[in-house]
């Protein structure tokens, strides 16, 4: 079987440079060429989509989220699908990625690690198993050079939760208020220190028992392994929009 051809927008970055190394040991993708502004590499790096002259099956854009318009049309025009690994879009951008959905297939998450994605639907369980006798904290901790709080991941694992407790309310700070803890709310907490790649944990606090479901980033190599695996995926998928959960769904 002939490799997966991918097209790394935003190959040199630190991302993209992990999701290059993994490629060049694998049987089952191999990179086609690159878009960026700078970089060097062993396949071709172009610093514009409207220059790329070379086959790919797959785009996985680790990029920036200002490149959303200009990536989509590229990719509808080829009919190539994509995978966006890229966060912070905005609305604009996000209806350019949901339009191209409408005509080839895009996977968009704002977390790639296979792990936290199958904690996520352990996460609906626990929430819909448990009911609202358990309290539900999210606690995550990230290296001190990251800039937003709560990450990302974080969101989409209280958001999880909140596909079961519908009428939930997020709460990030207690500090303002005395009293006593909600049974519809969903705490939020950040940690932000040294080197740490990432740290999920959810907590169901119910009485006498607490359960608590977590996961820890080793490296940002699983981000891009998780990456490859969606391309994997969205190859041979319909047009249509999808998520890291449907990759998990396909492999139990």
Do not use: Q, W
Not at 31 to 40: E, F, I, M, P, S
């Amino acid at each position: 079987m002939n490799p997966c051809r991918i097209l790394i927008s935003g190959c040199s970055g630190r991302l993209g440079s992990v999701i290059a190394k993994i490629a060049a040991d694998s049987r089952e993708i191999t990179v086609a060429c690159g878009v960026d502004r700078v970089g060097t590499a062993a396949f071709p790096i172009l610093d514009s989509f409207s220059k790329v002259d070379v086959e790919c099956d797959v785009i996985i854009d680790v990029s920036h989220h200002t490149v959303a318009p200009e990536l989509m049309e590229f990719a509808v025009s080829k009919n190539i699908p994509v995978v966006v690994c890229t966060t912070g879009h905005t609305e604009e951008e996000e209806a350019a990625i949901r339009n191209a959905a409408e005509k080839i297939p895009v996977l968009k998450s704002r977390n790639m690690s296979l792990g936290i994605n199958v904690m996520m639907e352990l996460v609906r369980r626990a929430a819909a198993a448990l009911g609202d006798g358990y309290d539900i904290e999210v606690v995550e901790a990230h290296h001190s050079k990251k800039l937003d709080a709560p990450s990302g991941t974080a969101l989409m694992l209280a958001d999880a939760a909140k596909e079961v407790r519908e009428d939930a309310e997020y709460v990030y700070d207690r500090t303002p208020y005395r009293r006593e803890r909600d049974k519809r709310e969903i705490g939020i907490h950040s940690v932000r220190g040294g080197t740490i790649v990432g740290e999920h944990s959810v907590i169901f606090a119910g009485l006498d028992e607490v359960i608590t479901l977590s996961h820890s980033a080793g490296s940002r190599d699983l981000f891009a392994s998780g990456a490859i695996k969606a391309a994997l995926f969205v190859k041979n998928a319909n047009a249509g929009f999808y998520t890291m959960s449907d990759v998990v769904r396909a492999l139990v």
